[in-house]
């Protein structure tokens, strides 16, 4: 829960207006909706003022941080290399480890890596169906059957290298590069 969600809530249970816990607190209306909308986050003074209005302690309004495991990031860009075994289980599995964590873990790179698989599967998809109906139909103008082998091994190769280069960024904690990704999660 945010510090903006918290004051809230405490606001609410305590029957309090925006503008009466800006005067009780003896702050602006505007620096009350500015924490309350997330745009700002109150400091020293700000944070006591807040405090005794609801008769609390400062500390009593921090909020505890996510914990990031440092493990987390790491697996889940390896389980993305499940399209080995089947293209689309190089996204099903990374979206089931990332929806059992993702309360636990408050990082973009899930939705990231989930965009970059599925952008990747469907291009595989495509690939697939396009040698399937070359293949029953006879379809002579894609380029022939070898070059749609060449790309499929050359999308699977790339796939892999991207996937263990991003393992390695996070196991470092370097920033990490999902790309080509269209932005289906957000």
């Given at each position: 829960?945010?510090l903006?969600?918290?004051?809230?809530?405490?606001?609410?249970?305590?029957?309090?207006?925006?503008?009466?816990?800006?005067?009780?607190a003896?702050?602006?209306?505007?620096?009350?909706?500015?924490?309350?909308?997330?745009?700002?986050?109150?400091?020293?003074?700000?944070?006591?003022?807040?405090?005794?209005?609801?008769?609390l302690?400062?500390e009593?309004?921090?909020?505890?941080?996510?914990q990031?495991?440092?493990?987390?990031?790491?697996?889940?860009?390896?389980?993305?290399?499940?399209?080995?075994?089947?293209?689309?289980?190089?996204?099903?599995?990374?979206?089931?480890?990332?929806?059992?964590?993702?309360?636990k873990?408050?990082?973009?790179?899930?939705?990231?890596?989930?965009?970059f698989?599925?952008?990747?599967?469907?291009?595989?998809?495509?690939?697939?169906?396009?040698?399937?109906?070359?293949?029953?139909?006879?379809?002579?103008?894609?380029?022939?059957?070898?070059?749609?082998?060449?790309?499929?091994?050359?999308?699977?190769?790339?796939?892999?290298?991207?996937?263990i280069?991003?393992?390695?960024?996070?196991?470092?904690?370097?920033?990490?590069?999902?790309?080509?990704?269209?932005?289906?999660?957000?």
């Amino acid at each position: 829960m945010k510090l903006s969600d918290k004051l809230k809530e405490l606001r609410s249970q305590h029957g309090f207006s925006q503008q009466e816990l800006a005067r009780k607190a003896q702050l602006s209306l505007r620096t009350i909706q500015r924490i309350e909308l997330d745009e700002t986050d109150p400091r020293g003074d700000t944070l006591i003022r807040i405090a005794e209005a609801f008769n609390l302690k400062p500390e009593d309004l921090k909020v505890q941080a996510v914990q990031r495991d440092k493990y987390f990031l790491p697996v889940l860009n390896l389980s993305a290399l499940s399209f080995l075994l089947f293209p689309l289980l190089g996204f099903i599995i990374p979206l089931i480890l990332w929806v059992l964590k993702r309360d636990k873990y408050s990082d973009a790179d899930g939705k990231r890596l989930l965009n970059f698989q599925i952008t990747w599967s469907i291009g595989l998809v495509i690939i697939y169906c396009l040698l399937i109906s070359g293949k029953m139909f006879h379809f002579g103008f894609l380029g022939g059957i070898e070059s749609m082998f060449i790309t499929l091994a050359a999308l699977y190769i790339i796939n892999f290298l991207l996937i263990i280069l991003n393992t390695f960024l996070s196991v470092k904690n370097k920033r990490l590069f999902y790309q080509p990704a269209i932005p289906f999660l957000r």
